[in-house]
């Protein structure tokens, strides 16, 4: 077989592109994975007659949840406010903007494990489950427009009613969550 100078170059281009899609793949996954879809989560635990998944951890004291718990929706409501302000302004991103979606996103990542790993006293745990359900929408909400704004040419309508979905619902859950700390702070 003869080497023809121009198919050589074309073989030599697309090895170098696969070995960068690979490379690229490896080490952004956990970025362009598609998110679970948080609307299926109390369906199936519905289905299951069990509650949202939420890793059990030794129990603090309310003072000590609370305090833990606040903190940690306090970050998961700046994060998400970012993204948010980001989302609106999407035509006009650029890599910096990009760059700190993703990690926008990580850190509502962060959040929500942190979340699921903390443990309520029995008093607060349909807040506590509320609350990483919520927590969890918006990193859902978050990891999509990340996804989206890295590929702007996969981005599709579709997409966006995806996110203000996930959005909306994880802004409702905060919102139940806290009628509720404020049901239960509030007294009889």
Known sequence: MELVPGRWLVW????????????????LYRFYAEPPNPRDAPRAAAVAGASSPVIEAPVRDSADYLEAAGALQDRAAEASQDVEEAVLRYDG??????????????????????????GPPPDYEGYHRTLVD???????????????????????????ETYRAYTEEGMEELRRAGGMLEEKTSGP
């Open 12 to 27: 030599t281009a697309l090895a170098a592109g696969a070995a960068i899609l690979l490379v690229e793949g490896f080490f």
């Open 93 to 118: 991103l650029d890599a910096d903007d990009v760059r700190a979606l993703g990690e926008d996103a990580e850190e509502l990542s962060r959040v929500h494990r942190e979340l699921r790993s903390l």
């Open 134 to 160: 919520g927590v969890g929408r918006l990193r859902a909400a978050a990891a999509l427009a990340y996804r989206l704004a890295a590929d702007p040419g996969s981005a599709e309508q579709e997409d966006f």
